[in-house]
């Protein structure tokens, strides 16, 4: 299994940027497809962004497309997740998760999820 590890959260101001890192340990990553939710106070836990196993396929929520940008580094065992244009209904705390086999945007179809760091977008 692999266990992730987030960092990077904080707060910022509307219109700024952040960069989030997922920092996977345990089984070689690279097998995994990797993904980002976001769960903001009183909401259900919603897709953000996924990438596949090898990074050439990406994946977005329409909510952050052509703000948020995924990425992953295989040989460090480390996927991100780059912010800008921030806006207050970013806020949430973002967590990294795994899954063996295919994209999916599902909270149900990741196996495995990190504990989450917080982003607090002001206005």
């Known amino acids: 299994q692999v266990q992730p590890v987030e960092s990077g959260g904080g707060l910022v101001q509307a219109g700024g940027s952040l960069r989030l890192s997922c920092a996977a340990s345990g089984r070689t990553v690279s097998n995994y497809v990797m993904a980002w939710f976001r769960q903001a106070p009183g909401e259900e836990r919603e897709f953000v962004a996924a990438i596949s196993r090898n990074g050439g396929s990406l994946y977005y929520a329409d909510s952050v497309k052509g703000r948020f940008t995924i990425s992953r580094d295989n040989a460090k065992n480390t996927m991100y997740l780059q912010m800008n244009v921030l806006k207050p209904e970013d806020t949430a705390v973002y967590c990294c998760?795994?899954?063996?086999?295919?994209?999916?945007?599902?909270?149900?179809?990741?196996?495995?999820w990190g504990q989450g760091t917080q982003v607090t977008v002001s206005s």
């Open positions: 998760a795994a899954r063996l086999g295919y994209y999916s945007d599902s909270v149900l179809a990741y196996n495995y």
